[in-house]
């Protein structure tokens, strides 16, 4: 594992700082479906993803969750660092789209690191960079898209960040990242299907043709 996290981010960051990353931190694997972060916890790690996906949710104040972004190989949660350091509970949910193998450090490395290393100061100012254009995006879909559009959007990034056009998800699932019914939710898949977009199966959906 040590092997992959080295191929990861060896491009990022310097010698120094790649061997520090080891001695101080944890390798963990994690499980498709399996929660990393929950809302209103407090964070007490930073987490770098080595391989896989994890969906990152938010919560309104009835407990329905919407999706907001998809964190891959070489990224870590902004959102999760901003947490960190205001020692606040987190306001998001994280869990793992794939199984996941990632590297995780204790919070107060963040700031020691920031001040000691140009790699990881430019490293989270981009990821912070990259979530605000993710989040805006997220903004944009929810505004100015019809519930159709969002919900093609949705199934690609799926297949995309879990690499299969098999994807493993119940109506219900994809309705409270989306936010609305499973009702509108199976209706619109349905269609998708006598459209030979999709094909509908028993908790999975073969995407054929979303283009």
Known sequence: METAFLESY??????????EM???GTLKEVKKDEQII???SYVKFIPLLINGAI???RED???DELFLYFLEKGETCSVTMSCCLGHHKSKIRAIAETDTLLITFPVQKMEEWT?????????VFQSYHERVNELLETIDTIAFQQMD???????KEKVRVSNSASLTTTHQEIAYDLHTSRVVISRLLKKLEKLHKIKLNRN?????NLD
């Open 115 to 123: 001040s000691k290393y140009k790699t990881w100061r430019d490293f």
């Open 22 to 24: 080891l001695e101080v």
């Open 55 to 57: 969906k990152v949710l």
């Open 204 to 208: 999975a959906i073969e995407v054929l």
């Open 10 to 19: 060896q491009h990022i960051f310097e010698k120094e700082l790649l061997q």
């Open 149 to 155: 559009d969002r919900l093609i959007s949705y199934l």
């Open 38 to 40: 929950d809302v209103g």
């Open 61 to 63: 104040n009835q407990g």
